[in-house]
C-alpha cells in the first residue's frame, strides 16, 4: 500500500510539474491528434481506477472529426464543425487537483468498490481520482471528444453550441453488462468553446455535483456526478455580471449517465432559421441524421429496435412516442419536488429522458408557480410554472429536427396526443401520493391538489415543509391534535418580513413613473420596448407591499389559519372518504404513511444549503460538501430518528460556513432570499 501511495504521488508529482502557473490556461498535452485514444508517454498507470473496461461505441458509430493540424501545444480554436457528431480533444491539466468530493453511489455504476476502512488506502484512492478525474491523466482506453450539437436558446435558434466545456472520455461497459458513457466537465477548450476556456469554477461544479446526486435519490430521471476535483488553477468570472471580476478556481465534474445525446444533437441539421439567421453546421446531411437515429434507437431504445426493424417511420415514431412520453414524466416529477431547471433550452434536453445540465437550478422555498430560479432570465420565460409548457415546446423542435425521417404531421399528432395526457396522468398519480391517497382515485382529486397549492401560494407556504408535515395530519373525524398541526401547519407560512422581502419594488420609483407616462403618451413604442409584463409585474409588486404595510403579524397569522382550516376540512373529508375503500383501518394509515413518507422528502438541496458548503469548500474546507452530499443520499423519512438528532439538534449559526449553518430541515433563513444564481 505504501508502494501504491508513492507511486500516485510521483504520477501527480509529474502532472504537477507539467501544469503552467497559476492563472494562467494551461495547454494540452503535445501529441498529434491521431493519437487521441493513446497515453503519452510516462502516462501514469492507474490501480483503483484500472478495471474499467472502455468500448467507445458512439466514436464507431457517429462521424468524428479529426481538428486540422495547428500550432503544437496549442488549444482546440473554436469553429464550425461540420459533417461530424464529435471532435477530438485534449484535457488540459490543472495545477495540484484536489479531490472535493466521491459519490459512491455513482462511482458503483461503474463497478468501483466500496471505500477501504484503512486510511492510507483511502489517501491513495483519492490520490488517484483527483488524478484521472481532472483530465490530468487519461485512463487506459479513454478517447476525449467534443459532442457537436445545436439549440433554441430561450426560444431562438442560437445555431452550433456543443460541449464547450465537457467531454466524452468513452463509454465503460460493466460486468453486469452494462454500459456508462463517462464526461468530464470543465477540462478545458474544445471546438465548441465559442472564445471561451473551457473551465468551470468551484462554486458551479459544487452545485451540479449535488444536484445530480440528490435527484437520483429523489427518484428523479437524471445523469449522476461522481466525482468533483478542483485545482489551484485560476480564471476569471463576473459572477453576476456587475463589473466585479475575481479569480476563481478551476473545477472539473466527472459525469455519468447511459448517453449526453440531447435534442440539440438532431439541431445540428437545421436549415437557416427566419428569425436569427443561424444554421446548423452539418445543413443537408441527413446520412448522419439516418446514422443518429441508428446509434440512438438502436442503443437505448433496442425494445423500439426490435419491433420495428423493418419499418422506419413507424421505428422512429414509436421512438418520439417514448422520448415524448419519458419527457412529460421527467417534468411531472420536478414539479412535485418544486424542481426548477433554469435554462430549459433545447440542448438541455436529454434524449433519453434524464434531467441534464445543472446550471442556475433551484428548488422552491415559499412556494410561488411564478419563481425564476435564474437571474439571467429576465423575461420570466422558464418560470416554474411554464417548465411542462416549455418541455411540450422542445419536443415540437425535436420533431422538426428529425424530419424527414419522421413526416411533421406524424411527430405533431403523437405529441398532441401524448404529452399533456402522460403529463397530467404522472404529476395526479405522484399528488395522490403525497397527500397519502392509497385507495381508487377520485375525480376530485385533481381539485384537492389544485386548492392545496394556491392555499400554500396564499400564505407564502414552505413547499417541501408543508408537504412534509401532512404525513403527520391527524386523519381521525375527532378533531384531537388538529389544532397543534394547525400551529405547525402555519409556522411553515411566510412571515411578514420574508413577505416585504419577497415583494419589494425591483424599480427604481422614477423609472416605473416615467414607463407609465410613456405607456399613456405613446403606446405603440411602450409596446415595442416590449416591458408590459414587467411594469404590470412592477406594479403589482408595489401593491402588494402596500397592503403588507398596513397588515400586523398578528392579523397575518389569522388569515393564515383560516385559509388552512378551510383546505384542511376538505382534506380530512377525502381522507375519510379513502379510508372507507379499505378493509383494515389500521392497516390503512400504516400505508398511508409509508406512501406519503416515500414520496414527500425532508431533505432537498436548497440554494442556502448548497451556498454554506460552497462557502466552505472555497475556505478549503471540503466536509461540508461532504456531509451534504452524505444527507441528501437518504432525503426521505428514516425510521431511525437517531441518526437526525444531532443535525437538528445543532443551534442555528452553529459552525459551518461563516457561522450560517442550521439545520437542513428548516425553513431557509432570511439571508436565503438574497442568493443570486444566474
Given at each position: 500500500m505504501a508502494a501504491l501511495r508513492v507511486a500516485l504521488r510521483g504520477s501527480l508529482s509529474a502532472a504537477r510539474a507539467r501544469s503552467p502557473p497559476l492563472g494562467r490556461r494551461p495547454p494540452p498535452a503535445r501529441r498529434p491528434a491521431s493519437a487521441a485514444a493513446r497515453g503519452p508517454a510516462m502516462e501514469p498507470v492507474p490501480r483503483w481506477l484500472a478495471g474499467l473496461r472502455f468500448d467507445n461505441r458512439a466514436l464507431r458509430a457517429l462521424p468524428v472529426e479529426t481538428p486540422p493540424p495547428g500550432p503544437e501545444g496549442a488549444p482546440s480554436a473554436p469553429r464550425p464543425v461540420p459533417g461530424a457528431c464529435f471532435s477530438r480533444v485534449r484535457p488540459a491539466p490543472l495545477r495540484q487537483p484536489r479531490l472535493v468530493a466521491l459519490s459512491e453511489p455513482a462511482l458503483a455504476l461503474l463497478g468501483l468498490g466500496a471505500p477501504p476502512a484503512d486510511a492510507a488506502a483511502r489517501e491513495a484512492r483519492e490520490a488517484e481520482a483527483a488524478l484521472f478525474f481532472s483530465g490530468n491523466a487519461l485512463l487506459p482506453g479513454a478517447e476525449p471528444a467534443a459532442h457537436c450539437y445545436c439549440g433554441h436558446q430561450f426560444g431562438q435558434f442560437a445555431g452550433q453550441l456543443g460541449d464547450g466545456a465537457a467531454m466524452y472520455l468513452g463509454e465503460v461497459c460493466t460486468a453486469a453488462g452494462e454500459r456508462w458513457e463517462l464526461q468530464l466537465k470543465g477540462a478545458g477548450p474544445t471546438p465548441f468553446s465559442r472564445q471561451a476556456d473551457g473551465r468551470k469554477v468551484l462554486r458551479s461544479s459544487i452545485r451540479e455535483f449535488l444536484c445530480s446526486e440528490a435527484m437520483f435519490h429523489l427518484g428523479i430521471p437524471t445523469t449522476r456526478a461522481g466525482a468533483c476535483v478542483t485545482s489551484q488553477s485560476t480564471v476569471v468570472r463576473d459572477a453576476f455580471y456587475d463589473g466585479n471580476?475575481?479569480?476563481?478556481?478551476?473545477?472539473?465534474?466527472?459525469?455519468?449517465?447511459s448517453t449526453f445525446l440531447r435534442f440539440g444533437s438532431f439541431e445540428i441539421f437545421k436549415s437557416t432559421d427566419e428569425h436569427t439567421g443561424r444554421a446548423g453546421p452539418s445543413v443537408g446531411r441527413n446520412d448522419i441524421r439516418v446514422q443518429m437515429l441508428d446509434y440512438?434507437?438502436?442503443?437505448f431504445y433496442p425494445e423500439i429496435q426490435a419491433a420495428h426493424a423493418s419499418d422506419s417511420v413507424q421505428r422512429n415514431a414509436a421512438f418520439f412516442r417514448e422520448v415524448t412520453r419519458r419527457t412529460a414524466r421527467m417534468v411531472a416529477e420536478w414539479q412535485c419536488v418544486g424542481f426548477c431547471h433554469g435554462v430549459l433550452n433545447t440542448d438541455n434536453m436529454s434524449i433519453v429522458g434524464l434531467t441534464i445540465d445543472y446550471g442556475p437550478f433551484g428548488f422552491l422555498d415559499r412556494y410561488d408557480p411564478d419563481h425564476v430560479c435564474n437571474a439571467s432570465d429576465n423575461a420570466g420565460r422558464y418560470t416554474y410554472s411554464k417548465q411542462p409548457e416549455v418541455c411540450k415546446w422542445n419536443l415540437q423542435k425535436l420533431a422538426e429536427a428529425l424530419e424527414p425521417e419522421l413526416p411533421r404531421e406524424l411527430g405533431e399528432a403523437i405529441l398532441a396526443e401524448e404529452f399533456d395526457a402522460e403529463f397530467h396522468r404522472h404529476y395526479l398519480q405522484k399528488m395522490r401520493r403525497k397527500l397519502g391517497l392509497v385507495q381508487a382515485e377520485q375525480e376530485e382529486d385533481a381539485?384537492?391538489?389544485?386548492?392545496?397549492?394556491?392555499?400554500?401560494?396564499?400564505?407564502?407556504?414552505?413547499?417541501?415543509?408543508t408537504f412534509y408535515l401532512l404525513s403527520s395530519f391527524p386523519a381521525g373525524p375527532e378533531s384531537l391534535g388538529l389544532t397543534e398541526f394547525l400551529a405547525a401547519l402555519t409556522t411553515q407560512c411566510a412571515s411578514l418580513e420574508e413577505l416585504r422581502l419577497a415583494f419589494r419594488p425591483q424599480m427604481d420609483p422614477r423609472q416605473l413613473s416615467m414607463m407609465l407616462m410613456l405607456a399613456q403618451s405613446n403606446p405603440q413604442l411602450f409596446a415595442l420596448i416590449g416591458t408590459r409584463a414587467n411594469v404590470t409585474k412592477e406594479l403589482e409588486r408595489v401593491e402588494q407591499q402596500s397592503r403588507l404595510e398596513q397588515l400586523s403579524p398578528a392579523e397575518l397569522l389569522s388569515r393564515n389559519r383560516g385559509h388552512w382550516a378551510d383546505w384542511l376540512q376538505a382534506?380530512?373529508?377525502?381522507l375519510e372518504q379513502d379510508k372507507e375503500g379499505a378493509g383494515d383501518?389500521?392497516?390503512w394509515q400504516a400505508e398511508r404513511v409509508r406512501v406519503m413518507h416515500a414520496n414527500n422528502p425532508k431533505y432537498v438541496l436548497r440554494n442556502y444549503i448548497a451556498q454554506t458548503a460552497i462557502e466552505a469548500a472555497e475556505s478549503g474546507d471540503f466536509s461540508e460538501v461532504r456531509r451534504v452530499l452524505k444527507l441528501l443520499e437518504a432525503p426521505y423519512h428514516r425510521a431511525e430518528e437517531a441518526a437526525e438528532v444531532s443535525e437538528a439538534a445543532e443551534p442555528e449559526g452553529a459552525g459551518g460556513a461563516s457561522g450560517r449553518r442550521r439545520s437542513y430541515s428548516s425553513k431557509p433563513p432570511l439571508w436565503a432570499a438574497e442568493l443570486c444564481v444566474t
Open positions: 471580476p475575481k479569480y476563481e478556481k478551476c473545477t472539473v465534474v466527472l459525469r455519468i449517465a440512438v434507437i438502436g442503443s381539485v384537492l391538489v389544485a386548492k392545496l397549492l394556491e392555499t400554500m401560494h396564499l400564505t407564502g407556504a414552505d413547499f417541501t415543509n382534506y380530512r373529508a377525502r383501518p389500521e392497516a
